[in-house]
């Protein structure tokens, strides 16, 4: 095989395994899509919505922003998905006693509630095998995701919809 023949040949290989990865990578965004429409079916939350409910409820009273930081969201995109939760009687949100500028956000009862039956963000199946794992296959995976987060360079990539995928229109609708 000369030069040329080989070059071509690596080519084709490396074709093929984007390809898979692109493939790879469209199955999993079609479980996020399906998962997501089965939270909002059985559950009338979001993916998205479900991730803040979880997060606030680890907390005291906590403002905006940091939630958004904690969970890698926009304070916009926050601040909308809030103001749904909001509107559901799920959240309530307030200014701060000692910062005006301030607002902070609290699950209520009935958001608290909601989380008692509520199921994890990615698919129970998922969790499960996961966390049957050994735990230098869980951080082999979360490795392998990072680096293709960085490969893409997707690191300042805003995250939301946290857990949906479709066009941007539809994204910003959620």
């Known amino acids: ?17 984007c390809r898979d990865v692109l493939v790879s990578l469209r199955k999993i965004t079609q479980a996020i899509d ?22 606030l409820s680890n907390r005291k009273r906590t403002s905006v922003t940091e939630l958004s930081q904690s969970i890698s969201l926009s304070q916009g995109t926050v601040t909308d998905i809030l103001s749904r ?4 009687g799920l959240v309530v949100k307030r200014k701060s006693e000692t910062d005006k500028r301030r607002t902070e956000v609290d699950v209520t009862d009935k958001g608290r509630q ?16 996961f966390l049957e794992l050994k735990e230098w296959e869980q951080l082999m995976i979360l490795s392998s995701l990072h680096r293709i987060v960085d490969l893409m360079q997707a690191r300042k990539i805003d995250a939301s919809p946290f857990l949906v995928s479709g066009s941007f229109t539809e994204a910003q609708a959620r």
């Open 114 to 129: 909601l989380l008692v039956n509520a199921p994890p963000p990615l698919q129970e199946t998922f969790v499960r095998e």
């Open 85 to 88: 939760l909001e509107r559901k």
């Open 1 to 17: 095989m000369d030069i040329l023949e080989k070059i071509r040949s690596d080519d084709i290989n490396a074709d093929l395994l």
């Open 34 to 55: 399906l998962h997501s429409c089965k939270l909002s079916r059985e559950y009338g939350l979001t993916g998205p919505q479900l991730v803040i409910l979880q997060e």
